[in-house]
């Protein structure tokens, strides 16, 4: 027995499932995931001495590699100094200054501690400053795990077949109205069909929590559009998208500035930090400036302020995402060469640092129902085959796949040698 399956013995026995987040176990996939001792770079290394190249980053927030030494030195020079004061500190001022500084629609923002923290809160601000209930979502976008967003989600609810959790309350649910993403037509016909109720919409502006699915052209326009002509506010959930498709994130990318945002992964560089924002007189009404309330203990404490400052400090060097952008194309370019070679219908987006790929004989992938008639059963096949020759990919289809500056061509090649190996036994 190996040392990650006495582990996931163990694990099991004291943590339901044996991991702390679904998405980790191998459920859809089978198999024992590799229990991970290190990583360093592009690598991660499991209890058993195997060694991997990481296209996980934890999911998304690993952007300058594993233990980069800028970010090592910043949060260890933090510790040294006290790991939590529940007192404001200049960090946060700084943080909080880089993000309006890089994010076009943030003129104020709240840390908090996780992505899902910052969407829960965002919605309530946004219920509050409408006056309305009703938000929309898109199917198959996966915005954390509050209760008001756990319905159609993608990511783990998907790859598990849970399209809403028990335990969401039923008004609540009721609440959240969902449409297929990029359905700009749908979306119109709603809030025609429903003046006056939609508090907000709330998207994920590259989906990632189906796979990898960018917008079509005039889908983030029309939303935009729609929320400004109807008194609804636009969430651009850019918790993955956020420093890891450019530097502003999709905002910047696409030229849409949403009314507010949450962020969350790259800003924290590995450590636990959220973070939302907008438009000064929306973030005004969060307490204590405003009567909306939010808080947390830990929001904004030294260690993750200082891993998110280095991290964006080396995000910000010129060419950082020409040369990211182009290493995932390379490799996204590199995997799609090999499969169509090897005759396997697929279909595979990249977009700045993260990418995708779908085992479906469509031709695009627009929305999650799309995204379904992929072959799991061959995705499985890909999956192990690649982690067997060292390429630790998410084990799901429905996940988004993550480079870091830490990928390089050596990395790259070996990927792409894998890949030939596998492709023929799909
Ligand atoms: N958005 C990530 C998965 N799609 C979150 C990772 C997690 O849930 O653990």
Wanted: glycine share 14%; net charge neutral.
């Amino acid at each position: 027995m190996s040392r990650s399956e006495i582990l996931l013995q163990r694990a099991c026995r004291v943590i339901p499932g044996g991991v702390n987040s679904p998405v980790r176990a191998f459920k859809s996939v089978g198999g024992t995931p590799p229990f991970i001792r290190s990583a360093l770079g592009a690598r991660v290394v499991d209890v058993d001495g195997r060694e991997y190249v990481d296209y996980v980053g934890s999911w998304g927030p690993m952007i300058v590699g594993h233990a980069h030494p800028e970010v090592v030195e910043a949060v260890q020079k933090a510790a040294a100094s006290g790991t939590s004061f529940g007192a404001p500190t200049e960090a946060e001022v700084l943080l909080a200054e880089g993000i309006v500084q890089q994010v076009p629609g943030v003129e104020m923002v709240r840390l908090v501690n996780s992505g899902t923290e910052a969407t829960m809160s965002v919605l309530r601000l946004a219920r509050a400053a409408t006056g309305r209930d009703a938000i929309l979502k898109f199917e198959g976008c996966y915005h954390g795990h509050g209760d008001s967003l756990l319905v159609k989600a993608g990511s783990g609810a998907a790859t598990f077949g849970v399209p809403s959790s028990p335990g969401v309350p039923g008004a609540l649910a009721r609440e959240t109205l969902t449409l297929p993403f990029n359905d700009l037509a749908a979306a119109e016909a709603l809030f025609a069909d429903q003046p006056g109720r939609i508090a907000a919409v709330i998207v994920e502006p590259v989906a990632g929590n189906m796979g990898c699915v960018p917008p079509v052209p005039g889908f983030l326009e029309g939303l935009r559009r729609l929320c400004s002509a109807n008194g609804a506010l636009l969430i651009f959930d850019e918790v993955m998208t956020g420093f890891r498709v450019a530097l502003g994130g999709a905002q910047a990318l696409y030229g849409i500035t949403p009314d507010l945002t949450t962020l969350g992964k790259v800003i924290g560089g590995g450590l636990p930090l959220g973070a939302y924002g907008g438009r000064r007189d929306l973030m005004e009404q969060i307490s204590p400036a405003g009567p909306v309330y939010q808080a947390g203990t830990l929001s904004g404490n030294p260690l993750a302020t200082a891993a998110g400052l280095a991290t964006l400090a080396i995000i910000s060097r010129p060419g950082f995402f020409d040369r990211l952008t182009a290493e995932t194309r390379r490799l996204g370019e590199g995997i799609g060469a090999v499969l169509t070679q090897a005759g396997i219908p697929h279909v595979g987006y990249q977009v700045g640092g993260m990418f995708g790929l779908f085992f479906t004989a469509r031709e695009v992938v627009r929305d999650f129902d799309q995204a379904a008639t992929s072959d799991l059963q061959r995705f499985n096949r890909w999956f192990h085959g690649m982690l067997e020759r060292g390429i630790y990919l998410a084990p799901s289809q429905y996940e988004a796949g993550f480079l870091s500056s830490a990928h390089r061509r050596e990395e790259i090649d070996q990927t792409l040698a894998a890949a030939r190996e596998v492709a023929i036994l799909l």
